[in-house]
């Protein structure tokens, strides 16, 4: 996805809404519903109560994030082309774009968490307990290894970035 094919929000070479660029606006949205969606899906892991409470919501919540990771960084490529070839905006460019691999794999083992505990863990559980063991083991080690990876990488990201705009007002 490139800035182009969201055409109508693109103003002037960059992606605004109401004369501010998109990419600080939403940024923030991504950068909070992240650690959260970790959060619900770790919690899913390791308290069935949580789990059973938070159903669905945590698949969904991956997908949103999934999809305003691309959305977040064709914004941010729109405002790096208008600012020009910066060393620290190119480090949380390269930073970002890191991200939507682990958020690829949030979704799917959110939603694969949330289809075996709702369709195949009684049934699994009933016929074949080793199995479904190993399903469940399987589950928990994919889930902390893509929360583990997606928190880092969100914190470098949001270092980056934060480096990048206020590192030389606070440097000089």
């Known amino acids: ?22 990419h600080p606006l939403i940024v923030h949205a991504v950068v909070v519903l992240t650690p959260l969606t970790v959060l619900a899906l770790l919690l899913g892991t390791f308290w069935p109560a949580a789990r059973r409470r938070l159903g669905i919501v945590t698949a969904l919540a991956a997908l949103l994030v ?5 959305v977040t960084v064709a914004a941010g490529k729109s405002l790096a082309a208008v ?13 970002g774009e890191m991200l939507l691999p682990w958020v690829i794999g949030l979704f799917v083992v959110a939603a694969a968490q949330w289809a075996w505990y709702r369709f195949g863990d009684a049934n699994v559980r ?12 399987a589950l928990g080690a994919a889930a902390v290894i893509v929360g583990i990876g997606t928190l880092v990488t969100v914190v470098l990201i949001g270092d980056s ?12």
């Not at 999934?66 to 691309?70: A, F, Q």
């Not at 970035?161 to 030389?168: D, E, K, L, P, Y």
Request: aromatic content about 4%.
């Open 1 to 22: 996805m490139d800035a182009t094919d969201l055409g109508p929000l693109a103003t002037e070479d960059v992606l605004q809404v109401a004369g501010l660029p998109l």
């Open 126 to 137: 009933r016929d074949r307990p080793g199995f479904a063991r190993g399903v469940v083991i």
């Open 66 to 70: 999934l999809v305003m990771v691309p």
């Open 83 to 95: 600012l020009g070839p910066i060393p620290a905006i190119e480090r949380h460019e390269a930073l």
């Open 161 to 172: 970035g934060a480096r990048a705009v206020w590192g030389g007002l606070l440097s000089g």
